[in-house]
């Protein structure tokens, strides 16, 4: 599970239909899978995210303080 990515989430109010729709998937519980650690991120998807968010991939995705 992304705990940071579900925080900052949470955090701007953002349903998983939303992103979802950011990161050009069809269906919110395709979204929840990636957040959840069942089907990854693909590299596209981390750099629109944390683009989204102005944050690093690093930061978003590798933050072991929220892992």
């Known amino acids: 599970m992304n705990i940071y990515l579900k925080k900052i989430r ?6 998983h ?3 979802a729709n950011l990161i050009g998937l069809k269906t919110a519980s395709a979204y929840y899978k990636k ?3 069942s089907t990854p991120f693909s590299l ?19 933050n072991n303080e929220f892992s």
Do not use: Q, R, V
């Open 10 to 15: 949470s955090e701007n109010n953002l349903t």
């Open 17 to 19: 239909k939303e992103m």
């Open 35 to 37: 957040e959840m650690g």
């Open 44 to 62: 596209n998807e981390a750099k629109i995210i944390s683009e989204f968010f102005d944050k690093t991939i690093e930061d978003i995705f590798f």
